[in-house]
């Protein structure tokens, strides 16, 4: 019989998230760019003056900006992404993340069926959270199992391993932000792993560090290492899925560097992405032949 997940019993409406940060399109890139910061989103819904939904700005249309060295006073419209993707509050979590897939898209915005009215914004982390919450409250969760002293834990649970990048792709740390810009656009990553005259990681340079580079005016010339994000956070393949959710949630970060032992050696990456993609809790107990997973929408 073929496994279920948790998502099969899950609605949109259940993880989404109500809030809808919008801008007119005739708004600069630099208000785009002081927008996603003070919201800490990754992508904003653009508007007509009409208040119609035209396009989407993320922080990967930003970035070619950036690279286009186009001024940021420049109107949002001349880089949105038309038309945004949308989906419906009542439709199951499972066909929104299979819609995300297919189109390579981090979010979908949600329409209520009935008034045909945007009630909601749904991304990646907005899956992952709910998973979690799940997993927390779950009495077979490692967290909690963690205070009955005594009790054996035969429980087949996620490891990182199972969900996580095996391939990673890195720069020197002395690469141009011109040169980093162009592998995350090539491999379509949201960060890049820089190392130093070792080969050992030495920090990370997100799509949020290039954003903010960007609005300060600094060159797309100047050495990766003068705008990364160090230490590097990290953990061992064989960590549970739900250590490692809690750690990215808890740090606020989208990934982290997988090693197995030796954090000078990185191999894999696992990211929110990751974990939403594996459609189910920290361990096998979510499988609905076993476990009934209620929507609480």
């Known amino acids: ?9 899950l609605r949109v409406k259940s993880a989404m998230r109500r809030q809808i940060v919008c801008l007119e399109q005739v708004k600069s890139i630099r208000h785009g760019i002081n927008t996603i910061i003070k919201h800490k989103i990754n992508a904003i819904l653009i508007v007509t ?3 119609h939904p035209a396009g989407v700005v993320s922080k990967t249309d930003i970035m070619g900006a950036y ?3 186009l001024p940021v006073d420049t109107p949002l419209k001349e880089i949105m992404h038309s038309p945004p993707l949308f989906c419906r509050a009542e439709e199951s979590l499972e066909t929104a993340l299979e819609q995300m897939r297919a189109n390579r898209v981090y979010r979908l915005y949600v329409i209520d069926e009935n008034s045909k009215e945007l009630v909601g914004a749904l991304a990646y982390p907005d899956i992952v959270g709910l ?3 799940y997993c927390h409250r779950c009495p077979h969760s490692h967290l909690n199992r963690q205070h009955q002293s005594g009790k054996s834990d ?6 990182v391993r199972d969900l996580m990048t095996p391939e990673v792709k ?8 011109t040169s980093v810009m162009e592998a995350l656009s090539a491999y379509r990553f949201g960060a890049m792993l820089l190392t130093d005259s070792h080969a050992h990681p030495a920090g990370v340079i997100s799509k949020t560090d290039l954003v903010l580079t960007y609005m300060h005016g600094v060159s797309s010339a100047v050495a ?12 061992t393949a064989d960590s549970l899925l739900e250590e490692a959710i809690k750690k990215m949630i808890m740090a606020d970060i989208h990934r982290l560097f997988v090693h197995d032992g030796d ?3 990185i191999a894999g990456v696992l990211s929110l992405s990751d974990a939403a993609r594996g459609r189910s809790g920290s361990c096998h107990g979510c499988v609905s032949s076993r476990i009934r997973i209620d929507d609480h929408g």
């Open 154 to 159: 035969a429980i087949l649970r996620f490891k």
């Open 263 to 265: 954090e000078k050696t």
């Open 67 to 69: 690279y286009a060295n």
């Open 170 to 177: 890195s720069l020197p740390v002395h690469t141009t932000l």
């Open 224 to 235: 990766a290492d003068k705008v990364m994000s160090a230490p590097v956070h990290s953990c």
């Open 1 to 9: 019989m073929e496994q279920g997940h948790t998502l099969g019993n």
């Open 49 to 51: 003056s009409d208040h």
């Open 131 to 133: 998973l979690y919450q």
